[in-house]
T-cell receptor
Framework: GESVGLHLPTLSVQEGDNSIINCAYS??????FIWYKQESGKGPQFIID?????DKRQGQRVTVLLNKTVKHLSLQIAATQPGDSAVYFC???????????FGRGTSLIVHP | KAGVTQTPRYLIKTRGQQVTLSCSPI?????VSWYQQTPGQGLQFLFE???????NKGNFPGRFSGRQFSNSRSEMNVSTLELGDSALYLC?????????FGPGTRLTVT
């Protein structure tokens, strides 16, 4: 979920487990959402996106769920691998805006 | 296609100096956005350029400026550097709403 203060929330899982990373967004007018993965020393990498006319979208080993009623987004990673260890950000865009607003991020740690 | 490239990757400057960072977007992308990333503030939007025009601007002081060239390459400049400007500066290019990020320039101000 969203971070409080200076510290990122952390999710620790074992290799092979499924991971769920949550994000609460603030703008009810947001109509486009993206999940990014950022590994240490690298820029954010696009994972998956979803538009507000959908409530679920699947990619390779990842699924994004959107609940507009409670303004909540989640990223599910199946069979988590050590290479999935990174910080995951959600981003929202609203009303035709091309500028995303980013969440604070969640640190995912996968233990072999 | 080649991804977004940023130069230099690392930079150390002294307080009061100025710095120019460069970004080459993905071929065909006309929008380039700049972000500052710090542990305390996360990813913060600086500005966006589209077809050589600043289309959107974040809430940063005038010391932060940018420009875009006719080939969509972009530069950002920070004048009169402060210690608090130490950060990872990220550039992202986009065709529509999906943004693709470069590796960033790590700026350290001493």
């Amino acid at each position: 979920g969203e971070s409080v203060g200076l510290h990122l929330p952390t999710l620790s899982v074992q290799e092979g487990d499924n991971s769920i990373i949550n994000c609460a967004y603030s703008n009810s007018a947001s109509d486009y959402f993206i999940w990014y993965k950022q590994e240490s020393g690298k820029g954010p990498q696009f994972i998956i996106d979803i538009r507000s006319n959908m409530d679920k979208r699947q990619g390779q080993r990842v699924t994004v769920l959107l609940n507009k009623t409670v303004k909540h987004l989640s990223l599910q990673i199946a069979a988590t691998q050590p290479g999935d260890s990174a910080v995951y950000f959600c981003a929202e865009m609203g009303g035709g805006s091309y500028i995303p607003t980013f969440g604070r991020g969640t640190s995912l740690i996968v233990h072999p | 296609k080649a991804g977004v490239t940023q130069t230099p990757r690392y930079l150390i400057k002294t307080r009061g100096q100025q710095v120019t960072l460069s970004c080459s977007p993905i071929s065909g992308h006309r929008s380039v956005s700049w972000y500052q990333q710090t542990p305390g503030q996360g990813l913060q939007f600086l500005f966006e350029y589209f077809s050589e025009t600043q289309r959107n601007k974040g809430n940063f002081p005038g010391r932060f400026s940018g420009r875009q060239f006719s080939n969509s390459r972009s530069e950002m400049n920070v004048s009169t550097l402060e210690l608090g400007d130490s950060a990872l500066y990220l550039c992202a290019s986009s065709l529509e709403r999906e943004q693709y990020f470069g590796p960033g320039t790590r700026l350290t101000v001493t």
